[in-house]
């Protein structure tokens, strides 16, 4: 038998604010934003924190989305995971990509990561002033914002998954 009050209490002592693992539409995209600013209104999170992480959880659920939607059916999952550790927000969001798709994605993060944060906000600039659209339709700007607004590096983990298919993990630490 399940034992709820054990799982309430893992819950709360790792200060889990969100854990979602299912497909992503845009009323879930929108249910799954409004818990979780309720959530760090609830918490008194300082407005500067609750702004980065819900701008941040925006652009990622829809990078997530719009890559879900390439993948057949059964792979289209998400799971996001939103908590605070030692002081610090860390937003996991994992999904399945293709080969070709998760070299881009580690090839867009690490160019991402070499930047300083200097740089980082002349790129942001300069794919904005492009206006270019990705095969996604998206402008490309979804990391470059998130590694922006966070302050820090990108990071992931990378496993392969059925099908010729990979399960990409993207953590982001937002303080």
Known sequence: ???????????????????????????????????????????????????????????????????????????????????????????????YLSEENKDKLIRQIEDINALDSKQLVEKYQSVLKDGKRTALGGSGLGLLDMARKSGNQLSYKVTPGEDGLYYFLLKIIID
């Open 1 to 95: 038998m399940i034992d709820l009050k054990e799982i309430a209490d893992k819950l709360s002592e790792n200060d889990i604010v969100l854990t979602y693992h299912g497909r992503l539409d845009k009323q879930v995209i929108n249910d799954l934003l409004h818990f979780t600013e309720s959530v760090l209104i609830t918490r008194n999170v300082e407005r500067r924190i609750r702004k980065k992480v819900f701008s941040i959880l925006v652009e990622s659920l829809q990078n997530s989305y719009k890559n879900a939607l390439l993948l057949e059916e059964s792979k289209d999952q998400v799971t996001a995971l939103l908590l605070r550790n030692q002081g610090v927000y860390e937003l996991n969001l994992g999904n």
